[in-house]
């Protein structure tokens, strides 16, 4: 039994659900009908979720992503958008992006076909039908029906097709390797995205606009040790993230390389990659299930994805200038044009016993160096006992890009020059804080 987010837009669903239900035995909502009502008005299948359709009480669907909406009240960072429209992140925000009255499916092979075809169905509604080349077998075991074996050949959509550019992507499918070695490629849009079995390992790579060359990649185990049995294997991008997936367990990166690199009408290839003529890379073993979306599962993020911290009690350190203190932050920007917040709090002293006056700083550095200005402070005394304490430092650090990031407090000299006698942490609590703000 499969359920399905619909969002809030609850008369609406209780409607289309409601048609499904009358002459459904026992309570039950059958897979086939929701898949071709509910695909078909842009929702999106989801987790299994026990037998919440069972009940009938349809209004308690709940715990997909919001993002798999097309709804109305999406609930992705506050906005609303009409039926057909989901939401997409750009530079400027985000904001409703139309997914065309062919719905968010882009390409969709059951790969049920039997020996001695011509031509692989593509059942999407958009005419996207594959030509297979070399040595396949089909009619072979799948995980629902039949499959393909890939045993030196490839499927290839031919130049001139209908899966169209997009922002996000998701890519899914099923699939038995035979091998845990070498690189099987498993679908690739030439020059836009890929998913690939390298070794042990699920590997998914997109090629975003703002920098062509270089590629996002995350990758995921396959079931170590690997038994020879089925697998689900995805990859998708929002603008955001870049996320690699094996029967659910999702490894996600960091990717902010804005749209996917146009390659409209480009060559589709399942089972190889684009170099196959001249010699490429196979997949060996058998495919079933194959789908490409135009959205990706976008979660709302929560106020924990954007922020870190570090504590230490008692740090009792008495490290002088140019040391970095030993408390960190590594935290993943999420954002290449987000502002970050560091804010570093602990008892701080400097000690003067030579009649003059010395002065110690702490600074809080990222990957080791200083933002433009520096987040810094003083505490600063002199003989007549003159304190200058500045127990908190916090501030705003601009222009740092999107990745992995190491933050890290360490006490500096003062522009003065006049390095003191400095202690961290004294029978007290230390602190560290990263707020990603956009």
């Not at 603008?239 to 490894?251: E, K, Y």
């Amino acid at each position: 039994m499969q359920v399905y987010q619909l969002g809030n837009r609850r008369f609406w669903v209780l409607f289309l659900l409601g048609l499904l239900h009358i002459g459904c035995p026992d309570n039950v909502v059958d897979d086939t009908y929701v898949e071709e009502v509910v695909e078909k008005n842009g929702y999106v299948k989801g987790e299994d979720l026990a037998d919440v359709a069972k009940s009938g009480e349809f209004n308690t669907i709940k715990n997909i992503p919001a993002g798999l909406s097309d709804g109305d009240d999406d609930t992705l960072a506050n906005i609303s958008c009409t039926l057909g429209q989901v939401p997409k992140k750009t530079d400027q925000g985000w904001s409703c992006s139309s997914i065309g009255a062919l719905g968010i499916l882009a390409l969709r092979l059951e790969l049920d076909e039997q020996e001695g075809v011509q031509s692989v169905t593509d059942s999407s509604g958009r005419d996207n039908h594959g030509e297979p080349m070399g040595a396949l077998g089909f009619g072979a075991p799948g995980h629902t029906g039949q499959g393909v074996d890939f045993s030196g050949g490839y499927i290839v959509i031919p130049e001139g097709n209908n899966i169209p550019d997009s922002d996000q992507v998701w890519v899914e499918a099923w699939i038995r390797p035979d091998t845990t070695q070498g690189i099987h490629p498993i679908l690739t849009k030439t020059g836009a995205y890929s998913i690939a079995q390298q070794e042990n390992r699920i590997v998914f790579t997109i090629f975003g606009q703002r920098n062509p060359e270089q590629a996002c990649q995350a990758s995921a185990e396959l079931p170590n040790p690997y038994s020879g049995g089925w697998v689900h294997v995805a990859g998708w991008y929002n603008g955001l993230d870049i996320v690699a997936s094996v029967n659910g367990r999702q490894i996600t990166a960091p990717c902010s390389q804005g749209p996917i690199v146009a390659s409209a009408g480009a060559s589709l290839y399942l089972g190889t990659d684009e170099q196959t003529a001249e010699g490429g890379n196979l997949f060996d073993g058998t495919i079933d299930e194959v789908k490409i979306r135009l959205i990706a599962p976008v979660k709302p993020p929560s106020n924990r994805d954007f922020f870190a911290y570090a504590q230490v009690d008692n740090m009792n350190n008495g490290a002088d200038a140019e040391t970095l203190l030993p408390i960190k932050v590594d935290y993943i920007k999420k954002y290449s044009d987000s502002l970050l917040k560091l804010t570093f709090s602990s008892c701080l002293r400097t000690h003067d016993a030579s009649a003059a006056g010395f002065c110690c700083r702490w600074e809080i550095r990222i990957n080791g160096a200083n933002c433009s200005p520096a987040v810094s402070g003083i505490v600063y005394i002199n003989p007549a006992g003159d304190y200058h304490q500045h127990r908190t430092i916090s501030g705003i650090c601009a222009g740092i890009p999107a990745g992995p990031l190491s933050i890290q407090p360490a006490v500096a000299l003062c522009p003065s020059g006049k390095p003191g006698d400095c202690y961290t942490g004294w029978q007290s609590l230390t602190s560290l804080q990263v707020e990603e703000i956009y």
